[in-house]
């Protein structure tokens, strides 16, 4: 009767090694994935926006996010200078210590950027400066519409409906950045040879609040004016604000560049606005280059994207390219 049992107890034995072994041999989780065919690769891209006071920055920031979301191989790490460049330049230098694997900057001031920028590029990270340029070559590719193209337009358009002569407010963007100062030399290219006179100027920094605060001072200092001149839209409804708030909104014209729908082409459906000048975001498109290159291709050095303006004639057809 013991050979029997012994047989049995054998055979269990066998199965449980057997068992015992066949687990050993199965590789532990982490283990087959790594053994696997590899994963599709994965990019992380640093994007430093100037400041979000601006809804066309936000909106710059919504398109890039939206585009991204189409492509699962992207994570995009989103960062706020607060408009200010000591933070913007940390910004460039913390996604080099990280490691990113691109960047993406749009710059609040030229001069100050170059060289974080330089310094990411050099040191072998592709950046994309988006909107406003720096100075030099030292960065993978430019995007951006063509400020002086705009303003020029925008002063051309004016010289036309004031019939070439009247009394301008201008109300300049941030200076030291590059669009500020193209959109000021377009716009007083457009005007040449007419009678129109800017009789007030002030920088009012992109924002709305400091343009409607500069807008009070032209109130006060000049009983006439036919127009407003503003580099962006939030800067123009700040004027608008103000002349508003005078009770003289009626007795001019406001004109602005940026061109959102829910913002500038609003303006122009309520009749705030004469006329709004399309600034595209360049958010979708800085994806698309950004994959383009983290994929080895090659790209442009720069990049010029079309523009329109809109007026109530042309805004139920989708506005007008510039000439």
């Excluded at 926006?49 to 939206?66: H, T």
């Excluded at 080099?96 to 170059?114: F, H, K, M, R, Y």
Aim: hydrophobic residues 40%; proline residues 5%; negative net charge.
């Amino acid at each position: 009767m013991k050979k029997p049992i012994t047989g049995l107890l054998c055979a269990v034995l066998c199965v449980l090694v057997a068992a015992t072994l066949g687990a050993c041999s199965k590789p532990a989780p982490d283990q087959a994935a790594s053994d696997a065919a590899p994963a599709d690769q994965t990019f992380t891209v640093g994007m430093s926006q100037c400041n979000l006071g601006e809804p066309w920055r936000v909106q710059m920031n919504s398109d890039i996010e939206a585009e991204a979301k189409k492509h699962p191989e992207l994570r995009v790490i989103f960062k706020d200078a607060q408009n200010q460049t000591t933070i913007q330049q940390n910004h460039v230098r913390e996604f080099v210590s990280q490691g990113v694997d691109l960047i993406i900057v749009s710059p609040l001031e030229a001069a100050p950027l170059t060289g974080p920028i330089a310094e990411a590029y050099k040191g072998g990270i592709p950046v994309i400066v988006l909107d406003r340029a720096v100075l030099g070559e030292d960065f993978t590719m430019f995007i951006g519409a063509d400020n002086v193209r705009i303003g020029e337009a925008a002063g051309r358009w004016i010289k036309n409906r004031l019939n070439g002569a009247g009394k301008v407010v201008e109300l300049k963007g941030l200076m030291t950045s590059i669009p500020g100062q193209d959109r000021n030399a377009g716009f007083r290219k457009g005007i040449e040879g007419s009678a129109i006179e800017v009789i007030f100027e002030a920088d009012m920094r992109w924002l709305q609040p400091n343009a409607q605060s500069e807008m009070e001072s032209a109130l006060t200092r000049f009983p006439e004016i036919d127009l407003v001149y503003a580099h962006n839209d939030p800067g123009a409804y700040g004027a608008y604000l103000a002349a508003k708030a005078a009770g003289r909104e009626q007795q001019m014209l406001f004109v602005g560049i940026d061109g959102l729908p829910q913002e500038g082409m609003a303006y122009v459906e309520q009749g705030i606005l004469s006329v709004t000048f399309e600034y595209p975001t360049g958010g979708r498109e800085a994806v698309q280059y950004a994959l383009s290159i983290l994929q080895g291709e090659t790209v442009s050095k720069k990049v010029v994207l079309p523009s329109r303006f809109y007026t109530k004639e042309n805004l139920a057809q989708g506005g007008e390219l510039l000439e």
